[in-house]
């Protein structure tokens, strides 16, 4: 199993543009999560998908935008980026959502945004 | 909203020393999870322990223990025999049975091991 995998590693974007961070996994999990990671700040929540078909909020969802189509992916769309965007944003998944289940993060991606 | 808060930004330890992270947090829900993260520098985010909190015994896992206290309720984590390995971000991090799609991390506490 390649666990979850995440790409790119690094991005370097201008203000406006758009761009996708791909998330997949392939433990067949149900729930899949995306957090960004700020200096100080610890991780947080920016949207999550408990199955195919059915994503939700998190406490940051402002200017992203997911999908979640099969099982496997689920995407992070930036529409417009801005420099607060800069951060380091992972990808996790876990069998079912929240409670006991050991989460799985992905490696990460650096994203810039100039 | 759960918050969680890691008082300790930075920490070290000499190797083979015991060296213990605190970790409060709030919540009005019942019942929830807590969990200690470690995250070395190559980024990659590893779960060190859990806890359920009806579960009264400690959790373990060989060199790592809880100290869950859940009516003051704190979580801290202790390492013991501390070993280089272990240097690294170490995480909190909390969540509810209730609204259980939304896990709450601590800021973290940077950890360093020194030979």
């Known amino acids: 199993n390649a666990g979850v995998t995440q790409t790119p590693k690094f991005q370097v974007l201008k203000t406006g543009q758009s761009m996708t961070l791909q998330c997949a996994q392939d433990m067949n999990h149900e729930y899949m999560s995306w957090y960004r990671q700020d200096p100080g700040m610890g991780l947080r929540l920016i949207h999550y998908s408990v199955g195919a078909g059915i994503t939700d909020q998190g406490e940051v969802p402002n200017g992203y935008n997911v999908s979640r189509s099969t099982t496997e992916d689920f995407p992070l769309r930036l529409l417009s980026a801005a420099p607060s965007q800069t951060s380091v944003y992972f990808c996790?998944?876990?069998?079912?959502?929240?409670?006991?289940?050991?989460?799985?993060f992905g490696p990460g991606t650096r994203l810039t945004v100039l | 909203a759960q918050t969680v808060t890691q008082s300790q930004p930075e920490m070290s330890v000499q190797e083979a020393e015991t060296v213990t992270l605190s970790c409060t947090y709030d919540t009005s829900e019942s019942n929830y999870y807590l969990f200690w993260y470690k995250q070395p520098p190559s980024r990659q985010m590893i779960l060190v322990i859990r806890q359920e909190a009806y579960k009264q015994q400690n959790a373990t896992e060989n060199r790592f223990s809880v100290n869950f206290q859940k009516a003051a309720k704190s979580f801290s984590l202790k390492i013991s025999d501390s070993q280089l390995g272990d240097t690294a971000m170490y995480f909190c991090?909390?969540?509810?049975?209730?609204?259980?799609?939304?896990?709450?991390f601590g800021a973290g506490t940077r950890l360093t091991v020194k030979p």
């Open positions: 996790a998944s876990s069998l079912t959502s929240g409670t006991y289940n050991e989460q799985f």
């Open positions: 991090a909390f969540i509810g049975e209730r609204d259980n799609n939304d896990m709450r």
